[in-house]
């Protein structure tokens, strides 16, 4: 486990913005209460609270990775119309104590979804 620090910044902070999830027509996810994190150079992730998230298109899949900041990932799968976006959201569902806001939160890949941020 590593601790963030000035060479290796992480800040969690509330995103004051609505953020809504899609995956073409289909709402993944829509929440006021996002938290918005930035890691080091990396682009901002929005994590989303599960309960703000459609969890019954979500299926667990088996992949697992790991980051020395945060702790061991787990991965959904989104099911839509028929269609499959694999692995395209994470979680860190016992995250190490430093990021522990994020717990119970969804991230997604914005290749694979679009992420908006409205009003």
Not at 76 to 97: H, Q, V
């Amino acid at each position: 486990m590593k601790l963030p620090g000035p060479d290796h910044p992480i800040t969690i902070s509330p995103n004051p913005k609505r953020v809504r999830v899609t995956a073409g027509d289909i709402v993944i996810a829509d929440t006021t209460h996002a938290l918005t994190l930035k890691e080091a150079k990396y682009p901002a992730v929005q994590y989303v609270p599960r309960e703000d998230a459609n969890m019954a298109l979500l299926e667990r899949t088996a992949r697992t990775t790991h980051c020395p900041y945060k702790g061991d990932a787990n991965y959904f799968s989104i099911r839509t119309d028929g269609k499959s976006l694999e692995n395209a959201i994470w979680t860190y569902e016992t995250p190490f104590p430093a990021m522990a806001e994020i717990t119970g939160h969804l991230a997604f890949y914005p290749d694979k979804v679009t992420i908006e941020e409205v009003g």
